[in-house]
Nanobody, 119 residues
Framework: QVQPVESGGGLVQAGGSLRLSCAASGRTFGSYVMGWFRQTPGTEREFVAA????????YYADSVKGRFTISRDNNKNTIFLQVNSRKPADTAVYYC????????????WGQGTQVTVSS
């Protein structure tokens, strides 16, 4: 199965903004809820955000609500994560999953993109 491909990570200062992208081609793109997760060394991967098939509804972890925005473009087979007001605690590897249910990734994982927030 084709893995999603994340991009857009990097080093940013606290309070700054960044947009992550995930291109997915392994499934019929518009048929699945997709989402973002993140992981820091020594911890389990945690749910960040998910967007429904149409893109009209989204839901977030409490820790990012109001700061992160997930969206999707079904014509480009891509989802996005706009991150505003970054905090050092947001430093992690961010992963995309192409089949999310109950805040868990059931589909394929990408390789991840590193985001580092400096204080």
């Amino acid at each position: 199965q084709v893995q999603p491909v994340e991009s857009g990570g990097g080093l940013v200062q606290a309070g700054g903004s960044l947009r992550l992208s995930c291109a997915a081609s392994g499934r019929t793109f518009g048929s699945y809820v997709m989402g973002w997760f993140r992981q820091t060394p020594g911890t389990e991967r945690e749910f960040v955000a998910a967007v429904t098939r149409s893109g009209r509804n989204s839901y977030y972890a409490d820790s990012v609500k109001g700061r992160f925005t997930i969206s999707r473009d079904n014509n480009k087979n891509t989802i996005f994560l706009q991150v505003n007001s970054r905090k050092p605690a947001d430093t992690a590897v961010y992963y995309c999953n192409d089949d999310v249910a109950d805040r868990e990734g059931r589909g394929s994982w990408g390789q991840g993109t590193q985001v580092t927030v400096s204080s």
